[in-house]
């Protein structure tokens, strides 16, 4: 069976036809670029993950890393891909010339990444998070300290990490005990415990850069006192060369899936040597940090959407292979693919709704980035509003809907999915961290309501409705898509009904009271958002339809007209129920005393 993982078409669809990401273009910021640098790009990255990526994919899941003699062994070929990735600029796609990178937008870069994460997830974990490392230092770091490590990294010799959880704290960043003492030779030691940090150590690399948040000795209690260090593996010395820093690897995880890539717990300074080095002000280690975390949950997202898509092409392609059933009552009859029956229809719709969809999403945050880049003033806020608005929703509905969309993938397959030999079960495992990766989903919910929706007194949240009534406009006059522009229209008016009424009831009983339900908050507003994707599709693809295209083409748009059609008959209907639960105002969850799930 062939192993499709992604659609070529459907990534050309998003970026030119519905996200004219050439436009982009005609700013100072991107001028330098144009559509055949951008197809020249999507070429080489559909390439890659063709010839290094995919072909392993399958291998590194079975040949997990594990330690040996305190170094961590991953898959022998990472070496490969941290070389490749870094000699084709792709670790540095996002940086300046000064870097030596290429600038690209995030339209096209993310899309990459798309890919790079549908062929192989676990292998594009290793490029993703230098990358990320990275920027974290040429954003705040000293001229010294980026001539220091941002070469090695963006070359892929040197691995970048983020080092932020601890065995006591977990999500509660202003619970770290990690300490860093202040020497008078320009570093502080390091001591402390640092847990799943994912490529923490390997040999697929010369050296790992953990970026560390840790505490400075008589630092202000919570997160007020949390700094952000520089703590390599190994230390460079004068000559050039590289000396142990007293980071030890204690343990690498044994984990569900996404098993390719380590995820390792550290122990800093057991011999009072881990050498840490201060990254901008003293105090300032989350605010900083926050940046590298917007970008990886942009980014977990995308990785769940890709994992998701490359599940839905094998289920797809199995349902065309796989006779089973008749569609009349002649037992003597010849079997049809199961593709013919409505149920399975039904179950790959639900993984296209979902992977299209959502897939527009990311690119739609994609955009606003480029934006917030590109533009001055005004403009420029209103980007980067409309994406911190957006970051939770496009990183917790696209993990936890993958849960069930490759789930869904499984069914298709039946007794075999659930077996080794196809890889819709890998695909499964490795997608569930999404929703536990960079901030668990109740986290993503108490932030959009708890922060997200009232910031700068609502202003991100009128933003997102008048984007979202945009949309609506730009369908009504289409007949054929003006019932789903009205039922849109009707979403986001019931969207900011509830949204207000818990913004009260907040006023009123706390913000307590106010969060109970903030999941089920972010649920609601994450398929209405999914539904302004959809919408925006429909409308590209009959303005298409219109203009007479090819048999292939008017096959592709009419399956994008019916698949958003679908969203709006199966999966918008659920923010009904949704919103009924929102608006009661029992508490229910709060009365459940801990004693009471005692039997």
């Not at 202000?220 to 050039?240: C, M, W």
């Not at 490359?310 to 079997?335: K, N």
């Not at 009128?462 to 979202?468: A, D, F, I, K, P």
């Not at 302004?532 to 339809?545: F, G, I, S, Y």
Request: proline share 5%; with cysteine.
């Amino acid at each position: 069976m062939a192993r499709k993982y992604v659609s070529k078409r459907n990534l050309e669809f998003m970026l030119y036809e519905v996200f004219d990401a050439p436009s982009l273009t005609r700013y100072p910021y991107y001028a330098h670029h144009n559509k055949k640098v951008f197809d020249m790009t999507l070429a080489a990255a559909l390439k890659l993950g063709k010839d290094l990526l995919n072909p392993i994919f399958e291998e590194m899941d079975r040949k997990a890393p594990y330690l040996e003699n305190g170094k961590v062994k991953v898959h022998p070929t990472v070496r490969a891909i941290m070389q490749q990735f870094g000699e084709g600029g792709w670790i540095a796609a996002k940086f300046d010339e000064m870097h030596d990178g290429a600038r690209l937008p995030y339209l096209i870069a993310d899309c990459c990444q798309f890919i790079f994460t549908a062929a192989n997830y676990s292998a594009s974990v290793f490029p993703g998070l230098t990358a990320k490392a990275a920027r974290l230092i040429t954003s705040f770091g000293s001229p010294e300290q980026i001539a220091t490590y941002v070469p090695k990294m963006l070359s892929g010799e040197w691995q970048g990490t983020m080092a932020l959880t601890e065995p006591q704290a977990g999500s509660s960043l202003a619970d770290i005990a990690t300490t860093a003492v202040p020497t008078d030779k320009g570093y502080y030691l390091m001591r402390g415990q640092k847990i799943f940090i994912s490529a923490g150590d390997h040999d697929g690399v010369d050296n790992v850069v953990q970026m560390m948040l840790a505490k400075i000795e008589g630092a202000p209690a919570g997160v007020k006192g949390i700094s952000l260090f520089i703590v390599p593996n190994r230390r460079p010395t004068s000559d050039g060369g590289l000396e142990s820093n007293d980071v030890t690897v204690t343990q690498v995880y044994h984990k569900m899936g996404y098993r390719g890539a380590p995820i390792t717990e550290l122990s800093i300074g057991e011999k009072n040597d881990c050498r840490g080095y201060l990254v901008g002000q003293a105090h300032n280690g989350l605010a900083y940090m926050f940046q590298m975390m917007n970008g990886s949950r942009l980014s977990v997202g995308m990785a769940a959407i890709g994992i998701s898509t490359a599940a839905y092409y094998a289920a797809q392609e199995y349902a065309r292979q796989r006779p089973q059933g008749r569609l009349t009552p002649d037992p003597t009859g010849p079997q049809v693919p199961i593709i013919e029956h409505a149920d399975i229809r039904r179950l790959l719709l639900y993984q296209r709704a979902f992977v299209e969809g959502a897939f527009a999403l990311a690119m739609q945050c994609c955009l606003y980035a480029d934006l917030e880049n590109a533009l001055e003033g005004e403009g420029k806020e209103k980007a980067a509003l409309l994406l911190d608005l957006l970051i939770p929703v496009v990183k917790t509905y696209p993990a936890e809907t993958s849960i069930r969309s490759t789930s869904q993938a499984i069914q298709i397959f039946g007794g075999y999915g659930y077996c080794e030999d196809f890889p819709v079960e890998q695909h499964f495992r490795d997608t569930r961290i999404h929703t536990i990766h960079e901030g668990t989903t109740g986290i993503q919910g108490m932030d959009i309501l708890g922060r997200k929706v009232r910031m700068k007194n609502g202003k991100a949240f009128s933003l997102y409705l008048e984007e979202v009534a945009l949309a609506i406009e730009q369908a009504r006059p289409i007949e054929s898509l003006k019932p789903y522009a009205d039922r849109l229209a009707a979403s986001l008016e019931e969207l900011r009904t509830v949204t207000a009424a818990l913004i009260a009831r907040g006023e009123e009983k706390g913000n307590r009271d106010m969060l109970a339900d903030a999941t089920l908050y972010l649920d609601y507003f994450s398929l209405i958002a999914a539904a302004w994707q959809w919408l925006l599709q429909a409308v590209t693809a009959e303005k298409a339809l219109a203009g007479n295209p090819s048999k292939a083409n008017r096959n592709f748009y009419q399956g994008k007209v019916i698949t958003a059609r679908y969203f709006f008959h199966y999966e918008l209907p659920k923010t009904l129920g949704l919103a009924q639960r929102l608006l009661e105002t029992d508490g229910l969850t709060l009365t459940m005393e801990t004693d009471y799930f005692l039997d």
